[in-house]
Every structure is written in structure tokens, then in C-alpha cells.
């Protein structure tokens, strides 16, 4: 693993960017809610200045609650990415922050896994 990088801290959402084998990591820690989702979308992203990733994976293990600002970040940074022909996977939700996900319909746009292995090997 490299490029470790500390996307952004408030006060109910951190996330932390690693690459493994060319694949951007995102862990999430918190919650993801109206005023942490900017955080959220530069983590994914490239806020600063380097290109987007082709490839990213976003670990949802530690997260303990998403809204629908959480929603509209996954969409707006999987549209980016399909974009340039890349892909987005999520990793490890738990059961809450899953069903939020399945019952807009997102696991059938972004593929949800039950690991990081899961979601960089699929």
C-alpha cells in the first residue's frame, strides 16, 4: 500500500486514501450525512489537482450512518468515474448503511461487496 492521505476530518466523518495495486482505497469512518459528504466526494475524487482514479474502492466498514447527501455523493462520483471508463465498488457496509443503499437502488448501479478483497478482486 502507498499514498497514504488523509482526505478530510469533521466532526462525524474521516476518511483515509490508500492505493493498492493501482486501485484507490477510501475508508470511511463516522457518518456520512449533508455536512461531511464534500469530504466524502474529495476523498473519492482528486480535489487536489492529481487526476481522478480510474479505479476506486470505497470501505464502508466504519461507517455508522448515511442520509441521502451520502446517496447523491456515490452517484455523483460514480458518474465521474463511468465517465472516463473507470468503476467505483463499495466495501463492507453494514447492514444499515447497506439498506439505505438497496432501497434507493444504488447496489444496482455501484457493485456492493462484503469486503475490500471482495471489491478489488470482482
Same mark, same amino acid.
Given at each position: !500500500?502507498?499514498?497514504?492521505?488523509? =482526505? ?6 474521516? %476518511?483515509?486514501?490508500? /492505493?493498492?495495486? &493501482? ?12 455536512? &461531511? ?5 474529495? =476523498?473519492?475524487?482528486? %480535489? ?5 482514479? $480510474?479505479?476506486? /474502492? =470505497? ?6 450512518? !448515511? *442520509?441521502?447527501? &451520502? /446517496?447523491? =455523493?456515490?452517484?455523483?462520483?460514480? $458518474?465521474?468515474?463511468?465517465? *472516463?471508463?473507470?468503476?467505483?465498488? +463499495? ?10 443503499? $438497496? +432501497?434507493?437502488? +444504488? *447496489? ?7 469486503? +475490500?478483497?471482495?471489491?478489488?478482486? %470482482?
Amino acid at each position: !500500500m502507498s499514498d497514504n492521505h488523509r =482526505a478530510g476530518l469533521h466532526d462525524r466523518l474521516r %476518511a483515509v486514501r490508500t /492505493v493498492v495495486d &493501482g486501485v484507490r482505497v477510501v475508508t470511511v469512518h463516522g457518518e456520512i450525512d449533508h455536512d &461531511g459528504k464534500d469530504i466524502l466526494v474529495q =476523498a473519492l475524487l482528486s %480535489a487536489d489537482g492529481t487526476p481522478t482514479p $480510474q479505479r476506486i /474502492v =470505497a470501505d464502508l466498514s466504519d461507517v455508522t450512518f !448515511m *442520509d441521502s447527501s &451520502g /446517496v447523491n =455523493a456515490f452517484v455523483t462520483v460514480y $458518474q465521474q468515474v463511468s465517465a *472516463d471508463h473507470g468503476w467505483l465498488r +463499495i466495501a463492507g457496509a453494514q447492514q444499515s448503511v447497506l439498506r439505505v443503499l $438497496q +432501497i434507493v437502488g +444504488i *447496489d444496482a448501479l455501484i457493485p456492493c461487496l462484503p469486503t +475490500i478483497e471482495d471489491a478489488l478482486s %470482482a
